[in-house]
């Protein structure tokens, strides 16, 4: 059994964690995180002009007794 114990010795030496790749994805391309903090504040202005668009029919649809 000592070539299953090597193998895996070599399996978790290889073993990346999550961190690391994304600090080595970060590292490599800086401007991903500002593209997606910028996606983000797209993303809620959209949420947050969806929310009044309903809002506004709601009290338009109540104003003419619907």
């Known amino acids: 059994m ?5 193998r895996k010795k070599a399996n978790d030496s290889e073993i990346i964690s999550n961190w690391e790749v994304w600090s080595a994805i970060r590292y490599l391309d800086p401007e991903s995180e500002s593209d997606r903090r910028q996606s983000d504040v797209a993303a809620a202005i959209a949420l947050m002009a969806i929310v009044c668009i309903v809002c506004m029919v709601i009290a338009l649809l109540r104003l003419r007794g619907l």
């Not at 000592?2 to 090597?6: A, C, S, T, V, Y």
């Open 2 to 6: 000592p070539r299953g114990n090597e």
